[in-house]
């Protein structure tokens, strides 16, 4: 069986759907090694939902997660943009998550317009 180190180096960085989502940013762990990742699923309308889909099939390779903050990302990849805005009800407002989380985005979509703002719901 695959030990957590390598099922969490293969976990994507970044899985953010098309149009305007919630999105939440977690730290992921196990043991000593950290890494983390942004999702933003389809269809979903809170920040929790987010974060157990994430979580479900990380859980019993023994990965752990922390939730750094959320908030809505808007992906529009007819013109290769992405806007990081607004803050998760349930989580908080996170200073600096929505900054952090656009370099997350810069890093895997180099090529794209990559915006963010701590304004906005």
Do not use: C
Not at 48 to 59: G, I, S
Not at 72 to 101: C, F, P, Q, W
């Amino acid at each position: 069986r695959e030990d957590s180190f390598q099922a969490l180096a293969r976990v994507p960085e970044v899985d953010i759907a098309e149009g305007t989502w919630k999105f939440v940013t977690v730290e992921l762990a196990a043991g000593s090694l950290k890494r983390k990742v942004v999702r933003s699923y389809a269809d979903l309308h809170h920040h929790p939902q987010n974060y157990e889909r994430l979580m479900r099939p990380l859980r019993p390779l023994g990965i752990s997660g922390q939730i750094l903050g959320g908030g809505r990302l808007m992906r529009d990849s007819h013109v290769r943009k992405i806007s990081v805005y607004g803050y998760s009800k349930t989580y908080g407002r996170k200073a600096g998550n929505n900054e952090a989380t656009a370099g997350i985005l810069r890093r895997v979509f180099p090529d794209w317009t990559v915006a963010w703002t701590e304004d906005g719901y």
